[in-house]
């Protein structure tokens, strides 16, 4: 995802600019830039890779005079190679943007302004933008007005920082569909994509809404609507303090994280339950939770195997029908939805666009939203008509793993409460399950143990082709993550099954030295998938399975396998518990083959465009 950042007021602003790209680096991008302006004039620098090289350019080419306002960016590539000239910042005559987003509708854009003379040097939509604001400009408006009207024509999503050529004193930004912030300081204003971005600079953020244009000064920041109109928008003071605590110590941010998991789902699960801990007590709802006819989950990535494992608790436990699916067939599907359901987002960044969109088309469908984010003022949360935090902090890792598992934690509450609330559980078996959960984080606490396992059944199929998780209910799930975290930051190809299906085509996968990763905690499948492994044996898969103390006691057989015993816990906790040896599994590999852990090749943190 691309990152932006700008500062007006402060002399060191491009150095200001690059220290919030560096803050931004986790977000996942592939070339960067700064522009400054200066003399009349702005004037850019940008490099393909990583942020070193932009200073090791500024190095050989600083910026000959110092100056108060500057932009900078991070790309993620949509349109146009990651190469230098597709980087941001992109300048045309009068002025310079940096975007995040994609414009729709570039190419008409880009004809239309080519057939007035003005060229192009890039592949990139976002070069239409600093184009047509100019052709505006040239035609007498001011840059106010020229934004302005330019804005009206891009279709998409944007998030701007525009500079100008004669006017050192003014930064415009705006969005749409894209986050972008503006942070208050004292004599010196800022803009970014993450308010982490600029925390070093200022707790005090103001976050604009669609459409929303802000001219910067120094001193003063004016917030206009589409109509012309100024509008006020809350400033908020946040506490951003452990946003980057850096790595603590651990060799990556997903070391740091997967350990963090015990805490942060103990804090999630304080959070949503009652005093003595015997219940769980969710926020007021403007709707009644225990009469809405159908659910429906919606998400995308590891956020939706939070859904399907939610489907299976909530139908369980709570006996109303679930419907699940991914964003970005859902947004597009026309699914027709039942008079005052529930739709439910589940998205650790709160900005993903897919999930955004699904989010407004059930909104005109008359569904009640509800959201479950870890970011508590991006764009799903403030379009949610109620929103559940998880208690995860700052997730800087691009392999989602404490924000799954505090996903699950607080989904697992919020099904007992909607079950409790139907009546379909009674008050000793919501106290019971309750007490289950809370139990949780200390088990996951003796897993973390089991690091040096995973790490040495990591070198036995780091040099494979490609994996195989199976699992059943729930643990099917979890094999779908599994194979995600797998492909996602080692790059070797693999993929969950259910384990019934194996029979029904995937087996035919198996040959020698296939590493099959079985997830079977002891529980009334236990037995059928153990069954489902044996078969992978008997075709000379190289077996893996992980397990706990009761499965582990009631396999009889002395077979070549490897067996990873987790700790005994509840059905309920099942799922969570078993995700942490498929996240671990996924990091040694990765470890040990040398990829870039917290930022895989190709991948961003969070998916703003579609
Ligand atoms: C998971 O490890 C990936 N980072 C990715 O699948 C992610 O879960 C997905 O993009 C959804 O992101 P969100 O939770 O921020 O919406």
Request: net charge negative; charged share 20%.
């Amino acid at each position: 995802m691309c990152g932006i950042v700008g500062v007006i007021g402060n002399k060191e602003a491009y150095n200001q600019v690059i220290a919030g790209l560096k803050l931004m680096e986790y977000r996942g991008y592939d070339s960067s830039g700064v522009a400054t302006v200066f003399d009349g004039a702005t004037h850019v620098r940008k490099s393909a890779g990583k942020i070193s090289c932009l200073e090791d350019l500024l190095k050989n080419k600083p910026f000959s005079n110092s100056s108060e306002v500057a932009i900078g960016h991070t790309r993620w590539a949509t349109h146009g190679e990651p190469i230098e000239k597709n980087a941001h910042p992109h300048q045309s005559t009068k002025c310079t943007v940096v975007h995040n987003g994609i414009i729709e509708n570039y190419l008409d854009i880009r004809k239309n302004l080519q057939q007035k003379g003005i060229t192009f040097s890039s592949d990139t939509d976002s070069e239409t933008v600093p184009a047509l604001i100019t052709s505006f400009i040239n035609n007498g408006l001011s840059p106010l007005e020229a934004v302005q009207k330019a804005t009206k024509e891009l279709k998409g999503a944007y998030a701007l920082g525009i500079v100008f050529d004669d006017t050192n004193d003014t930064l415009i930004a705006t969005r749409k569909a894209a986050p972008l912030v503006i942070g208050v300081g004292n004599g010196t204003n800022y803009i970014a994509s993450d308010p982490m971005a600029i925390a070093a600079f200022t707790n005090k953020f103001i976050f604009l809404e669609n459409n929303d244009i802000a001219v910067l000064t120094k001193d003063n920041i004016t917030i206009y609507k589409p109509n012309g109109e100024t509008v006020t928008r809350q400033t908020q003071i946040l506490d951003m303090s452990g946003a980057m605590a850096g790595k603590a110590g651990y060799r990556h941010f997903m070391l740091k994280e997967m350990h963090e998991q015990p805490a942060v789902i103990s804090e999630t699960l304080q959070a949503y339950l009652n005093d003595n801990h015997t219940a769980p007590k969710m926020p007021e709802m403007p709707f009644n939770l225990a009469k809405v006819p159908h659910i429906t989950l919606i998400a995308c990535g590891t956020a939706f195997y939070a859904a399907m494992v939610t489907k299976n608790w909530i139908e369980e436990y709570a006996k109303i029908p679930v419907t699940i699916d991914v964003a970005s067939e859902f947004r597009y599907r026309k699914a027709p939805m039942i008079n005052g359901g529930l739709c439910i987002f589940v998205s650790q960044s709160g900005e993903t666009a897919d999930t955004l969109a699904a989010l407004h088309y059930a909104r005109s469908q008359n569904q009640h939203i509800l959201s479950v984010v870890n970011s508590p003022n991006s764009s799903i949360a403030r379009d949610s008509d109620v929103v559940l935090h998880t208690k995860a902090g700052q997730e800087i890792a691009v392999a989602s793993t404490k924000a799954f598992t505090t996903q699950l934690a607080l989904f697992a509450l919020l099904s007992i409460e909607i079950a409790k609330l139907k009546g379909e559980l009674t008050n000793n078996e919501v106290k019971e399950l309750t007490h289950t959960l809370t139990e949780l984080p200390a088990k996951l606490l003796s897993a973390l143990d089991l690091s040096d396992a995973m790490e040495d059944m990591a070198r036995k199929i780091m040099h494979a082709n490609s994996a195989i998780y199976i699992g059943r209910g729930s643990l099917f799930t979890i094999a779908l993550e599994g194979a995600l975290k797998l492909k996602e930051i080692s790059y070797i190809h693999a993929e969950g099954f259910a384990a019934g299906e194996m029979k029904h085509g995937p087996i035919a996968l198996i040959d020698e030295g296939v590493p099959v990763i079985t997830l079977a905690p002891y529980n009334d499948m236990f037995e059928k998938t153990i069954s489902n492994m044996k078969e992978a044996e008997a075709r000379r898969a190289q077996s893996i399975l992980i397990t706990d103390e009761k499965g582990a006691k009631e396999l009889t057989d002395n077979k070549n396998r490897t067996v990873i015993v987790m700790p005994l816990v509840s059905d309920i906790l099942q799922p969570i518990m078993f995700t942490l040896p498929v996240q671990m599994l996924s990091y040694h590999v990765a470890v040990l083959k040398g990829t870039d852990v917290d930022q895989p090749r190709n991948l961003a943190k969070s998916v703003t465009v579609e």
